[in-house]
């Protein structure tokens, strides 16, 4: 089992003639993932790899081949629009990995979104990962292996960082999902910790979090409320100093809300396990398996 | 971006809100003269600076006479407002007040919508109300894709004002504000304080917009408006080449890939007992010559005394960044130990790469994270 993505899911990439989208769909086809359709304004009727057809618009791609799921690979300007577009053509799960997406375009397309019932996960995001069955996006199929944990980080390379450390020691995934580095973003750490909560073959649940915001303090709160499973839990940027921007546009320290100090506070009175340091991941989550 | 007040007010004007008259000097006859155009007697003489809390550090003050305001401005312009030299100031003229409020708009991240903000107690820093007074804060949450609209500034303005007149006018003024705020592509708008004059007129007295730096690629006129002389030169030029860098005080250079990443590293050198000198982020798809931009950087910093390459290929190649850092270390002499952790994409290659010119690569990033530590320690003299 898994969550968000698994064998039936059916792949149209938006963006798939790009630089970035088409090395990423290589990839994804590569670890068996269904890419049933492409979408380039202007390239309708063509293949891509002479196998994958290309569509002018989401919604020929979306009536002609039944795809449920949607990844963006478009320039950050593009990338809301692709976003409305995707959502208007059906499909139920849209993965925006665009970095520098403007944050007044979110807030146009969220309310769009809750309206039509249609997930996003991003921007700004590397997607996510069930090792085995699918990927969408572009986390490194090699460093997952199938197992017992659920992933969910709002990072991209401290994520392989830290799956990378549990396959190490032979500790599986039953899905890894990156949230995104964005201050509004699609799904939240309380969407995928109810989505594992509910998914049978997930045993333990690992957070990577980060300052700004506070989306891990009311992550935590619903932890002690609703998770039965044990959770363990990371915060970076310990070390950053107040109103920076750390790279991501989400993480950034207003005033004196959104530290890492907070943020542990809450983790550690949800009864989560705080890692001190990335590879402790491992120690933490065998203890609980 | 932040903007300057003088800017911030110009976009104000530009929208239709009243902004008393107000001009830019750089030099004490500058302001003098500006002084004597405005012509209304007393000004105040403001710091441009992007710094909070100017009035307490002596950044702002009122002059008499346009030979006051020279006086005044050459004060000004000697100061360094929280490490930020005072190079502008702005003269405008001082106001008689009534009474002041609050108006604002940011991008909620909890609500994921605009939210106006409003309280009759301005002219104070607002996050110090909302600590002390919040019951003195009234929020809207507004639907972005219809804006703020007629009846929700009207009730917003109900909670400054009693009198309909002003009412009427703080409430166009909202709705202006708002758009200004979109137009901008702003994350965050305000006027504080917003007064009422003797004559019944409600005038924004400062302003201030923070840009969305996501929006500046489609805002050619709002990215003309950055002042580089504000910013620091290192930070200038890592965005030159494409890379996020922000100076800290420590001895520990790091260069990451990944934000996520590079915030972990960091936090791992100050668990081993070190202090990071800084967070640079090289991004995804690295080319070599972003390496050699970032190595620049980081060795410019005199207090660097190790240097930490922490890199997890996935889109990253490990290949690239090898690469750079032989290419940087031809280019000129690196005079502290290089640390070097990589891993992922193309690591043999890069293993290869480096121990063609005798360097050495890891692969675990606490074990590098520890040595990098243990060698600025030993002021950086022995890999």
């Known amino acids: 089992m898994s969550i968000f993505i698994n064998n039936d899911t059916k792949l149209v990439v938006q963006g798939i003639t790009g630089r970035d989208g088409s090395f990423h769909t290589k990839q994804m086809i590569a670890y068996g993932t269904k890419v049933v359709a492409g979408v380039t304004p202007g390239k309708g009727g063509q293949k891509f790899e002479n196998t994958v057809p ?122 890894c999902v990156g949230i995104g580095g964005d201050p509004i973003i699609g799904t939240n750490f309380i969407d995928c910790l109810q989505a594992f909560q509910d998914d049978p073959a997930t045993k333990a649940i690992v957070m990577m979090g980060e300052i700004g915001g506070t989306d891990e303090q009311n992550a935590a709160a619903f932890v002690k409320a609703k998770v039965k499973k044990p959770v363990v839990g990371f915060i970076a940027g310990q070390t950053a100093p107040p109103g920076r921007r750390m790279g991501h546009a989400g993480a950034i320290i207003s005033g004196s809300s959104g530290t890492a100090a907070e943020k542990i506070a809450a983790f550690e009175a949800a009864g989560i396990a705080v890692m001190k340091r990335p590879m402790d991941v491992v120690e933490l989550v065998k203890a609980r398996l | 971006m932040n903007l300057h007040e003088y800017q911030a007010r110009e976009l104000l004007r530009r929208a239709g809100i009243p902004v008393p008259p107000g001009e830019v000097a750089t030099t004490p006859a500058e302001a003098k003269a500006a002084a004597e155009r405005i012509g209304t007697g007393k000004v105040v003489v403001k710091a441009q600076v992007h710094a909070g809390g100017r009035g307490k550090a002596g950044g702002v003050k009122l002059a008499d006479t346009p030979e006051q305001a020279a006086d005044v401005a050459s004060k000004i312009l000697a100061l360094t407002i929280k490490g930020l030299r005072v190079e502008k100031v702005l003269i405008a003229p001082a106001a008689q007040i009534v009474s002041e409020a609050y108006i604002g708009v940011i991008v909620d991240r909890a609500s994921q919508s605009p939210v106006m903000m409003v309280s009759p107690a301005g002219g104070i820093d607002i996050e110090e109300v909302a600590a002390k007074t919040p019951e003195k804060i009234f929020r809207m949450r507004v639907d972005a894709r219809y804006g703020l609209l007629s009846h929700q500034a009207m009730e917003l303005a109900f909670h400054l004002y009693t009198d309909v007149a002003l009412v009427r006018q703080a409430a166009d003024i909202l709705q202006k504000l708002y758009r200004a705020f979109v137009d901008a592509g702003a994350s965050l708008a305000e006027i504080n304080p917003l007064v009422v004059t003797p004559k ?155 121990e063609g010119v005798g360097m050495k690569a890891m692969t675990d990033m606490d074990l590098a994270v520890q040595k990098a530590v243990e060698v600025a320690k030993k002021g950086g003299a022995a890999a």
Not at chain 1, 56 to 69: P, R, Y
Not at chain 1, 90 to 106: A, Q, R, T, W
């Open chain 1, 54 to 175: 290309i569509f002018n618009t989401m919604a020929e791609a979306v009536a002609a081949t039944g795809a449920n799921t949607s990844v963006i690979y478009v320039p950050a300007r593009f990338a809301v629009d692709a976003v409305f577009e995707a959502a208007d053509a059906g499909v139920k799960l849209v993965v925006c990995i665009s970095e520098g997406v403007p944050v007044l375009d979110m807030t146009r397309v969220m309310p769009f979104l809750k309206e039509k019932g249609v997930r996003l996960i991003g921007p700004n995001c590397p997607g996510l990962i069930s090792p085995g069955q699918a990927k969408v996006g572009i986390i490194p199929g090699q460093i997952c292996i199938p197992g017992p944990v659920g992933l969910v980080s709002r990072s991209g390379t401290l994520t392989y960082e830290v799956v990378y450390q549990l396959t190490r020691a032979k500790i599986g995934q039953t899905t």
């Open chain 2, 200 to 354: 019944n007129e409600v005038v924004a007295l400062d302003a201030k917009i923070v840009v969305d730096d996501n929006e500046l690629e489609r805002k050619p006129a709002i990215e003309a408006l950055r002042d580089v002389s504000s910013e620091n030169p290192s930070e200038v030029k890592a965005r030159d080449a494409n890379l996020t860098y922000i100076k800290l005080d420590g001895n520990v250079g790091c260069i990451v890939n990944g934000a996520g990443l590079a915030m972990a590293t960091m936090d791992l050198v100050k668990y081993y007992g070190g202090e990071p000198a800084n967070f640079l982020d090289i991004g995804g798809s690295s080319n070599p010559d972003k390496v050699v931009a970032a190595l620049q950087i980081v060795t410019a910093d005199p207090n660097v005394k190790a240097i930490l390459f922490n890199i997890f290929g996935g889109i990253t190649r490990c290949d690239d960044v090898a690469n750079g850092i032989v290419a940087a270390t031809k280019q000129f002499t690196v005079k502290v130990p290089i640390v070097i952790r990589l891993t992922g994409t193309n690591e043999q290659e890069a293993v290869r790469i480096l």
